[in-house]
């Protein structure tokens, strides 16, 4: 079973599957989320990717139980999410930082999860490394350029070792520079064991980062291969379009 | 109209006069009046931080009526409020065995009650603004509505203190709650705002604005001690 309060405890195998059945949700009388049912087992990156208002970042919510499903089921291995579990975390395109120095908003981070404090230094310092942000750990968080700010937004994610990380659309507003560094952290996060989920409208990134992709138009699941059959064979004439360029229409 | 200036040149000059020589009976009053002001908004903030923030954050039957009626006793007449604290605290009132009436505590007490609702109203505005901002992300970090609380109170810190301050120049400037409950007894319960009614009736214009000039000029140099704090410490985070 998992355990919301310790952070090494649940191996990846524990997170994973991610079972979702016919979830419906519903918002003033409109399916953002029509019927998806969908099985994710392998423990890399699996981009959702999909024209905007396709329902990528509802899926993801529901995945942190920021959402809950009007019919239907989402389960991590068998367990219904909520936003305390400790061993997922969410990144939203933009970050909203404490108004404190970059360490002291890992501090938090751990404080919410009632990790013991004399274990505070060993996982900052390593969050802080595998981010680039050792040098920033003393300034203020937002002074940051929005490169740093999401690096440490995603060292914020990082630091409770997480099995599992959820990303909407996380370099949508920064420049190419800073695309590549958190291009770069993704890849880096997948290959140290931690299941990565993210959107993006984007189809370089996905065909850069995804070993899988779940392809959503208007609020259904239209495709989900692996990567390599996505950009190469797309089974739908939706995906073939997308992929082509062209603007899809409504059904 | 010439009198006038002639009044107000004057007042200048018996300002400076007390100021410079140290009128022990002139430091007495300022000290009351600060003692029991600034005793009052720390009061009132402890009351009124978490009480703003709670109305922000936490949804509770008869949340609305709570909200208006904090808004409408942001203008509470002090000198309305004077008069209640005196009933409460006289002697065949409800709190009369504690013998607190004419003293300064009947005083701190009273402009608790003028100024909580202020800062009360000003820190839930302030925290309502900033919950959009952090809600989502506080949620997604897994914080609950208790730690959420803090984490706003202590984010918006800055703008807090804005209603905080305007407290503080509420409690300094009034002279009605405090001269019903105070009674501005010389020695005991004198403030500067008494004081200056008391040297007006007798028709000591002079001395009544000097008193008020010292008045603004306090007001002045608190607000801005904690200002330029505010400022560097600002500067610092951001």
């Known amino acids: 079973m998992l355990h919301t309060n310790t952070i090494t405890s649940m191996s990846n195998i524990d997170a994973l599957p991610l079972q979702v059945n016919n979830l419906h949700i519903t918002k003033n009388g409109n399916a953002l989320l029509n019927d998806l049912t969908l099985t994710i087992e392998s423990n890399d990156i699996t981009v959702i990717l999909g024209p905007n208002g396709a329902g990528k970042s509802l899926l993801l919510r529901t995945a942190h139980g920021l959402e809950l499903p009007n019919q239907g089921t989402l389960r991590w291995n068998a367990t219904t999410p909520k936003p305390q579990n400790a061993w997922r975390a969410y990144i939203f395109q933009k970050p909203v930082l404490l108004r404190r120095s970059v360490r002291a908003n890992l501090e938090y981070v751990l404080s919410l999860h009632g990790i013991d404090k004399t274990n505070y230094p060993s996982l900052i310092d390593a969050a802080l490394e595998h981010t680039g942000l050792s040098q920033l750990a003393e300034r203020n968080a937002r002074v940051l350029s929005g490169g740093e700010q999401q690096r440490l937004n995603i060292a914020r994610a990082w630091v409770l070792k997480p099995n599992v990380i959820l990303l909407d659309e996380p370099t949508a507003e920064l420049d190419p520079n800073g695309t590549a560094s958190i291009e770069h952290l993704i890849k880096t996060i997948a290959q140290e064991g931690t299941k990565v989920v993210m959107s993006t409208h984007d189809l370089g990134q996905a065909h850069r980062l995804a070993n899988d992709i779940l392809f959503l138009h208007q609020g259904k699941l239209v495709e989900h291969t692996s990567a390599k059959v996505f950009f190469e064979k797309p089974q739908s004439q939706t995906a073939q379009n997308f992929i082509a360029g062209k603007l899809l229409n409504g059904d | ?238």
């Open chain 2, 1 to 238: 109209m010439v009198l006038v200036l002639n009044d107000f040149s004057q007042a200048f000059s018996k300002a400076f006069q007390l100021i410079f020589h140290l009128d022990p009976a002139l430091l007495e009053i300022i000290g009351l009046s600060l003692r029991v002001s600034m005793t009052a908004v720390l009061i009132a903030s402890i009351i009124g931080l978490p009480l703003g923030a709670a109305l922000a954050l936490y949804k509770f039957y008869g949340r609305g009526l709570v909200v208006a009626l904090l808004n409408a006793f942001m203008g509470l007449p002090p000198v309305v409020v004077g008069l209640v604290v005196y009933l409460m605290l006289s002697r065949s009132g409800p709190f009369g065995v504690l013998g607190l009436l004419f003293t300064p505590t009947a005083m701190i007490i009273a402009q608790v009650c003028l100024i909580t609702p202020i800062i009360a109203a000003l820190t839930r505005q302030t925290i309502l603004d900033a919950n959009v901002e952090y809600y989502e992300q506080l949620r997604a970090l897994g914080a609950k509505a208790s730690r959420m609380m803090k984490t706003l109170l202590w984010e918006t810190r800055f703008s807090l203190l804005t209603g905080v301050f305007a407290g503080f120049g509420r409690a300094i400037a009034e002279v009605g709650a405090v001269l019903i409950v105070g009674g501005n007894i010389n020695h005991a319960t004198r403030v500067m705002t008494t004081a200056i009614a008391l040297e007006t009736r007798k028709g000591d214009i002079e001395l009544a604005l000097a008193l008020g000039i010292i008045l603004i000029a306090i007001s002045l140099i608190v607000t801005s001690i904690v200002m330029s704090a505010r400022h560097a410490a600002y500067q610092h985070h951001n």
